[in-house]
């Protein structure tokens, strides 16, 4: 059942959060022993924070469709009493007494947290210290991605939505591979204090749900300027679902999915082709370069000192990290211009006058 659905329930008083709370805590408990997706229960705080989202409603203060209904948050983002553990070896007992941005939104919103979930080890890949989390689809498959909690949780029926984060794919890719619903924001759309940090330049949060409406739902709530997140900005969002898609024009490139193509063609949206003048490898080959010594910078200590030894992926990141330490700064310097320059040219791109007779 959607969220918004879910959250109609509790609004006209079918059904209690605390009831719903305890529904989705079984159900975690039930499914986590295969999947794996689970780090720590938050269940006292759970309890406590439907308890005060049905003491509200009873005395007619109602906060919104997420009023009560439970979710789950990726591993790297802080909530004060609980671990964060990273998913790795190395921090899996570490306690960040931070309320997230993300997390200070939600719980104003009346949203009720039930769980942590995994993320890969240092948000990288689906591996982290428990092991690796798995495809509800097919449990032989992984889920892939570092938010692979929130995806396997999400598409499981274990919680309602959750929100994860991608730097370069871990939100898409997990998404993906286990069939749910998920929204990778326009950076510093969703601000990021009590986050672990991977690249100041690329990092995101977004919600992952069972259908577009519940992720449009969620991030009005989450979206907004942070204080304490330089990068963050208070962007419009309007009316989703006042949107006449029969005015929206979108662009796919030659090895796009078709059949995504004709149902936005069959629901009246314009499609347009069009090519890029440069590969999608040259610039995942940037983000990596850029990815990588930005990781390196904030885990410098823990590489340094040989904790790295530990990391549960040794054909990953250890090895990218390494290679990192040997950059110039010249070298970065030159990757982070052909980032901007990439950036320029999305920015000054209209796509439903020229961009596919330019080829840009």
Known sequence: ????????????????????TGIFLKRLRRYNPVLESVVSYT??????QAKEADKLLSQGVHLGPLHGIPYGLKDIISVPLYKTTWGSTTFKNQVLNIEA??????????????????????AY????????????????????????????????????????????????????????????????????????????SLDKLGPFCR????????????RGKDPDDLSSRDIPFGDPFSVDITKLTVGYLDDADMEVVHVLESKGVKVVPFKLNYTVDSVQGILNFTMDVD??????????????????????????????????????????????????????????????????
């Open 43 to 48: 269940e006292d705080l759970a309890y406590q």
């Open 211 to 222: 259908n577009a409406a519940d992720c449009a739902v969620i991030l009005d709530v989450i």
């Open 125 to 200: 890949d689906d591996i982290w210290f428990g092991g690796g989390t798995r495809n509800p689809w097919n449990i032989e498959e992984f889920s892939t991605g570092s938010s692979a909690g929130p995806a396997a949780c999400t598409s499981a029926g274990m919680i309602p939505f959750a929100i994860g984060s991608e730097t370069a794919g871990s939100i898409t890719y997990p998404a993906s591979q286990c069939g749910v619903t998920a929204l990778r924001p326009t950076f510093g759309s969703v601000g990021r204090t009590g986050v672990m940090s991977l690249s100041e």
């Open 295 to 360: 990781m390196l910078a904030h885990f410098d200590e823990w590489q340094q000192s040989g904790k790295d030894d530990d990391y549960e992926a040794q054909d990953q990141w250890p090895v990218e990290l390494r290679r990192a330490r040997v950059v110039s700064a010249v070298d970065y310097l030159q990757e982070n211009r052909k980032q901007s320059s990439k950036i320029w040219r999305f920015r000054m791109w209209d796509i439903s006058r020229n961009a596919w007779k330019s080829g840009i």
């Open 1 to 20: 059942m959607s969220v918004l659905k879910l959250g109609e329930l509790i609004k006209k008083k079918q059904i209690t959060s605390e009831e719903l």
């Open 101 to 122: 941005w993300v997390y200070k939104r939600l719980k104003s919103a009346g949203a009720v947290l039930v769980a942590k979930l995994v993320t890969g080890s240092l």
